[in-house]
């Protein structure tokens, strides 16, 4: 199979079709494809016809009569593929046609890991203001109702599918503190994730190597499952490790799944770390049992060995509680950017983050946000770090205050 796909932006009816018989004559024929039509079949030469925004026939239609027939003989012909996880919740805000995902045959498109866009704050709103300013769009909604119809209005090429974020909710109600969600605070997030389900949210969300969802116990996200449970919804979870701790990660997805009655959806699943590599067999193996032993947990991947994150990743949870300011106060502050810097040089634990995974500063791509610093994109941290003649270390901490922990990294 040839790697050229023509993606279907229409919605399908299954069947040959009718399109003779006095009905009107076709808009559409992509003739002489190979068709993969998701069914599990193999691929098969044929044309596709379309009335509409209809699939209306499939098969060999050598006497179809249409306004428009494309040739699109070597290409694949297929539906539109879905993009199990991705982040263009805003992308599609900035430009609605949203060429990143639709050229590659990307229709629909599901977001909202950890956080996700709604439900919004005024304070998270102004939050984003340097955001909105530089790409010229308005977070003019707090719920997700007010997001679907902003985007009815704006229009866009692709569906947007969201989950409501474990971490939103926490930026909501808890904001960035480093403790449990109080019993009140708790009733408030499970009534957001009552509202998003009513407003068409998947399920409820978690990214838990980050702040401030990793400052959340098992016992919160539970009860934020079962929240989603009551709708029929989903729990999906990049998990708490996906590195040397994955045992215990994969452990609490077990239990969310057990104690909230929930299906599971384990994101992006890996074992990172070089150390790591040889664990997912085990991993696997881990998961066909959970299964086995009746809870309905899944996983799905990406084909490429690296995690594109925020280069403030690396640093460790206790250095983000209070938010990107008190990040930055510490790495200002000689003996907490000391302590950062100890923990980030120690020998390898279990718990160690995204820096030590990616083999140290020269496995990290940096990807600036500030147009004063676009000619470093691409440059690897120890390739930025010997451009300034700095520590790789030390130029970390000074990109993410530079930056103000708006850096990103593969």
């Known amino acids: 199979m040839r790697g050229f796909v023509v993606a279907l932006v229409v ?12 009905k009107s004559r076709l808009d559409l024929v992509l003739r002489h494809g190979w068709i993969v039509d998701g069914s599990g079949n193999p691929k098969y030469r044929g044309d596709v016809g379309v009335r509409g925004d209809r699939i209306v026939a499939v098969g060999f239609l050598d006497g179809a009569q249409a306004r428009e027939t494309l040739d699109v003989s070597g290409l694949v012909v297929a539906p539109g593929f879905i993009d199990m996880l991705g982040q263009s919740e805003q992308n599609v805000l900035i430009d609605n046609r949203v060429l990143s995902k639709v050229t ?23 939050a984003d203001s340097d955001l909105m300013r530089k790409y010229h769009f308005q977070e003019d909604w707090r719920d997700l109702d007010g997001y679907f119809a902003h985007l009815a209005r704006t229009g866009s090429t692709v569906n947007i599918a969201t989950f409501v974020g474990a971490t939103q909710l926490r930026m909501v109600v808890v904001g960035n503190e480093d403790r449990p969600a109080t019993a009140a605070e708790l009733a408030h997030m499970q009534a957001l994730v009552d509202t998003a389900m009513e407003q068409g949210a998947l399920g409820v969300s978690t990214a838990l190597e980050y702040a401030p969802a990793l400052y959340a116990p098992t016992e919160e996200l539970v009860a934020l499952a079962r929240a989603a449970r009551r709708h029929g919804g989903l729990y999906a979870t990049h998990m ?10 994969l452990d609490e997805v077990f239990r969310i799944a057990r104690e909230a009655d929930i299906a ?10 070089r150390l790591n590599w040889g664990r997912m067999p085990h991993v696997l193996v881990r998961i066909d049992s959970a299964r086995a032993a009746g809870l309905d947990v ?19 949870g206790w250095a983000h509680a209070g938010g990107v300011d008190s990040l ?29 995974a990616a083999g140290g500063p020269a496995g990290v791509l940096v990807l600036p946000f500030a147009d004063s610093l676009k000619q470093l994109t691409g440059k690897r941290l120890s390739e930025v770090a010997a451009l300034r003649h700095a520590d790789p270390i030390e130029t970390l901490f000074d990109l993410v205050i530079a930056e103000h922990a708006r850096t990103s990294a593969i």
């Open 11 to 22: 919605l399908a009816a299954c069947g040959k079709g009718d399109v003779g018989g006095g």
């Open 104 to 126: 590659q045959g990307i229709t629909t498109e599901v977001t909202g890991e950890g956080g996700s866009i709604a439900p919004l704050t005024e304070q998270l709103v102004a």
């Open 240 to 249: 708490r490790s996906e590195g040397g701790a994955i045992d215990a990660a």
């Open 264 to 273: 599971a959806e384990i994101w992006h699943l890996k074992v990172a770390g």
């Open 298 to 316: 899944t996983a799905n991947l990406y084909p490429y060995q690296a995690a594109a994150t925020s280069l403030d990743a690396s640093i460790p």
């Open 328 to 356: 930055i106060a510490r790495l200002r502050n000689p003996a907490a950017r000391a302590r950062i810097r100890a923990e980030l040089l120690a020998p390898p634990q279990p718990t160690d983050r995204f820096l030590r």
